[in-house]
Every structure is written in C-alpha cells, then in structure tokens.
C-alpha cells in the first residue's frame, strides 16, 4: 500500500490529468454552435409548439413513432418535407400549415441537418475519443 502522502499526490496528479484531457476534448468538439436566423427559430418554435418530438427524434431524442429526422433535409430534400409537410398522410397528421410556417420548418429542419450526422453507424473514432462524422 502507498502512504497517504503519495496517494494524495496520485490523486491530485490524476485531476490534472482528467481536467486537461477534458479541457482538450471540449475545446475540440467536431460540432458547430448553431447560431440560428430569425427564421430558423421561428421553425424551431413551431416544432416545439406542435410537439413533433412526440414522435421523431433529433439525434435520437424523442417518440419512435415517426423516423428521426436529424438529417431529412438532406436525405429527402427540401421540396420533399415541404410537400409532406402540406398533406401529412394517415401516420402523420396534417396540421395545416401555412406556406410561411412550411419555410420556418423546413428551415430549422435544414440548420439542424448542418449541425451533424445522426446516425452513428458511420462514425468512426479517433484514438484521443473525438469521433469524425
Ligand atoms: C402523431 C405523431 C406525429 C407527430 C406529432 C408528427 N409526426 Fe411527422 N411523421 C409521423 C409519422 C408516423 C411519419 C412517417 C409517415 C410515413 O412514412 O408514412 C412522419 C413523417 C414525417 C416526415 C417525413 C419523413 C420521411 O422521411 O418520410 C416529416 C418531414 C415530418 N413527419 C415532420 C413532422 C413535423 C415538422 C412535425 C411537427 C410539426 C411532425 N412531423 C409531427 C408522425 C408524427
């Protein structure tokens, strides 16, 4: 057993350790801070507001009755969940959007689909931790 003393310095030694590296790896993170336009977070508003997290995810976050929809806009396209976002179909219900509030949606879908890659299959790590998109 080592004596208190060099535990002690073990343990300080570690903490430097620990927050250097995380220092490091928060300095470094692969995602950008969305910065959105007015637009954006009036879509965002109107997301919140209609709960569609209730059924699709951001990242994996939220109901699993729709498909997470972190990376629709560029998967389907704009003019796709422009369209579907004007008829909705018998799983997903028709809210009756305005043209306006179709363009903040689609809008904040698009920032959110810049923010990264979603699915995590295709990821591949580093050796200090961070992950490549
Ligand atoms: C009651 C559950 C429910 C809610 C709430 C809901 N959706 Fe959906 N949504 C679905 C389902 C289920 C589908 C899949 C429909 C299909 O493929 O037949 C879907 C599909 C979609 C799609 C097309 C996805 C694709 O690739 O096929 C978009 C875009 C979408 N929803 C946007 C929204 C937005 C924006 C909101 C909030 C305003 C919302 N949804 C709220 C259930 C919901």
């Known amino acids: 057993m080592l004596p208190d003393k060099q535990k002690f310095i073990v343990f300080i030694v ?3 350790v620990f927050l250097s590296y995380s220092g490091f790896l928060y300095s470094h993170l692969p995602v950008s801070n969305p910065n959105f336009s007015i637009t954006e977070a009036k879509g965002k508003t109107l997301w ?15 109901g699993y009755l729709g498909p997470d929809l972190t990376n629709e ?7 796709f969940i422009h369209i579907f976002l004007q008829t909705g179909n018998t799983t997903m219900p028709n809210y009756h959007f305005s043209e306006t509030e179709i363009q ?12 990264g890659k979603s699915d995590p299959r295709k990821f591949s790590i580093n050796t200090n931790g961070t992950i490549n998109q």
């Open 14 to 16: 570690l903490c430097i």
């Open 48 to 62: 919140q507001k209609h709960n569609c997290t209730a059924c699709h995810q951001i990242y994996g976050l939220g």
């Open 73 to 79: 806009y560029s998967l389907k396209g704009s003019d």
């Open 104 to 115: 903040e949606l689609n809008a904040y879908l698009k920032s959110v689909d810049l923010s």
